[in-house]
């Protein structure tokens, strides 16, 4: 039995929802099983990401669930998208439930925001070694790693720029996208510096809004709505030093490396065969190391391999179509996972022209996670 995606939702993102995480969640998950052709009735699993406010009890609660057979989390963030899609994999084909929803729900704008600081008073950890020399916000930390890329392999803003300028390409085909204006090379370039070397157009945009998925087996979905989208494969990894550079003896190579190792080892595919990309792209130079890490190019040479509309539509390998965290919406990876699905359907605003196969991954230095999903029929 393979596990598929059947159903996907999603809010309208803004900068300011006025309504509550709980209210979005509640609108995603009823998008995913309207277009899935289920009803809360089917739903037995739920995975969440661990960071998400809204417990997995609370949404069955209000969904009128009767029994949830199987619950599960993620943490770490960013990556928790694919990791869930992957746990959800895991329990329908070992039959731990039938049919499971993954959903990500936050006013990452109007709510509160990642690294906005606050009380630090008794910080232990990685934290109590960087937080005394300013490293509060995750752009300081990450600002580190793009940094050392380009001390050891050439990597220049240009090449931020140019993961910047293809997520503004894409963004402005898909309606929904929240950056709409267009962008130039040297818009980017002119954009503020933040933490050096990253500048405001190299952040993913604060937003608010939700998304969901449903998946159940690929047996399952032949009476359905939708065509499945087979899960064909999963990974996590950890690396050894997590995000903190006090703990980490290299700081220009990803923990996806390790990610990537099993996900071509368990789907029997390769680089070669992906059709399309969706890297969470928190900031514009983990698009290049996780080319980089899933091995689409060599280590060090993923600045160019970005340039000249390599990785825009009608490139050599689109990456992030439907404009990623840099110009649609951030939700934590969990878009990514829906534009997917979109391009294996062939409905994506932005179409990559006959693709079976697609992978949707992260390199954030901290963890990594993947999946690759294909045709389920």
Known sequence: MTAAIVGIGQTEYSKRSGRTE???????????????GL??????GIVRYDWDRIDELTLATHLGIENLRWMSQVGHGGPGGNAAIAHAKVAIEA??????????ALNGRS????GQGGDKAGVSGSEAFQMPWGMVAPITQFGQFARRHMIEYGTTADHFGAVAVAMRKHARLNPVALMQKPMT????????????????????IESDGACAVVITSVERAADLRQPPVAILA?????????????????????????CAADLWARSGMRPADVDAVMVYDHFTPFVIMALESFGFCEVGEGGPFVEGGRIEIGGELPVNTHGGNL??????????????VRQIRGTSTAQVPNAELVLSCCATAGTSSAVLLGKGN
């Open 22 to 36: 709980l209210s979005l969640a509640f609108e995603a998950v009823h998008a995913a099983l309207v277009d899935a």
């Open 327 to 340: 110009s649609e919406a951030y939700v934590q990876g969990l878009s990514h996972v829906i534009e997917a």
């Open 185 to 204: 090379l040297e818009d980017h370039h002119e954009s503020r510096m933040i933490a050096d070397p990253l500048r405001l157009l190299d952040c993913c």
């Open 234 to 258: 999963g990974a996590q990894a950890s690396g050894a030093g997590g995000s903190a550079e006090v703990f980490r003896t290299e700081l220009d190579v990803s923990e996806a490396r390790y």
């Open 111 to 114: 709510g509160p925001r990642i």
């Open 95 to 104: 039959g731990l439930a039938d049919t499971i929803v993954v959903y990500r």
């Open 39 to 44: 009803s809360v009735a089917d739903i037995d």
